[in-house]
């Protein structure tokens, strides 16, 4: 995979950051000696803002930097200006949305706890569009595009290189009726297809588990490269945030290994799923 632009132009960020802190200078100090504005080095560093190819070598000239790491910022900055293919669909991805598929997609670990809502990961079409035309009030054209995109981003358990991931869901996620039971029927048993793939570990969360280290949906991605930081994910209706610093990793990474420990064996967790779906069958 070539790797996502979006992984890519955090991947830049972060190493011309490095650069400057190694040579302690302040974006103001680097803008001043290259004729730019401070706040033009800022958004090279925050990913803010597009960085061309004769940016770099000014960088690097100015940092003395060697050949082989002047080669590998430039091509880090050629693939961030490409565009990703979930892109393609237009108005059915939030910008705020893309930034997130663009990360999901170069993870290759991926921690997910869900309260209300089954994994997007796995979800079947009728079950997404049904989330889609009751949230966000797009067009039907737009749910259509974002629905594709769903389906689209479950290719990723399933390629080679799929990402280690585990995910914990509450159990009123299961009993929760999204649309018809009949659509429930098929989404439990999408849930337990896609729960026995090598890539894939799936926990629920009993309703008598007693308390546990969570008030939220939220998902931690982890990187191959150990210079890229986890990313902690949380969305909303209109936004999401992302955190990426330690305090924020260890302490989810916390919070998730305390769901895991209260959460049913993935054994136990298939049965738990098996004996639903025989209600819905009613």
């Known amino acids: 995979m070539a790797g996502?632009?979006?992984?890519?132009?955090?991947r830049l960020s972060i190493e011309l950051k490095k650069l400057r802190e190694a040579n302690a200078l302040t974006c103001a100090q680097v803008g001043s000696a290259l004729?730019?504005?401070?706040?033009?080095?800022?958004?090279?560093e925050t990913g803010s803002g597009r960085v061309q190819p004769s940016d770099i070598?000014?960088?690097c000239r100015f940092y003395e930097t060697g050949d082989e790491l002047r080669e590998f910022l430039k091509s880090l900055a050629r693939q961030a200006k490409t565009r990703g293919w979930w892109q393609e669909h237009g108005s059915g991805v939030p910008q705020w949305f893309s930034i997130y598929i663009?990360?999901?997609q170069e993870a290759s670990t991926f921690r997910q706890y869900q309260c209300e809502l089954l994994p997007g990961l796995m979800q079947t079409p009728a079950y997404a569009c049904e989330l889609h035309k009751t949230g966000a009030h797009l067009p039907a054209q737009d749910i259509d595009r974002a629905v594709r995109v769903r389906m689209e981003r479950q290719a990723m358990l399933t390629r080679p290189e799929a990402p280690d991931a585990w995910f914990v869901v509450n159990e009123g996620s299961l009993r929760n009726v999204i649309g018809e039971r009949a659509l429930m029927r098929e989404q439990l048993e999408r849930i337990l297809e896609s729960s026995e793939l090598p890539s894939v570990t799936l926990?629920?969360?009993p309703f008598d588990s007693g308390t546990y280290p969570a008030t939220g949906s939220f998902t931690m991605l982890g990187f191959p490269d150990q210079e890229d930081p986890d990313i902690v994910y949380r969305d909303g209706i209109t936004d999401a945030v992302y955190l990426e610093g330690e305090h924020h990793v260890r302490e989810y990474t916390r919070a998730f290994d305390g769901?895991?420990?209260a959460a049913l064996?993935?054994?136990?967790s298939a049965e738990l799923i098996k004996s639903i779906l025989k209600e819905y069958a009613r």
Do not use: C, I, Y
């Open 4 to 10: 996502s632009p979006t992984a890519r132009r955090r």
């Open 35 to 44: 004729d730019w504005s401070g706040s033009k080095v800022n958004r090279m």
């Open 57 to 59: 070598d000014a960088l």
């Open 102 to 104: 663009g990360l999901e």
């Open 203 to 205: 926990q629920v969360l």
């Open 259 to 261: 769901l895991r420990a």
């Open 265 to 268: 064996s993935p054994q136990r």
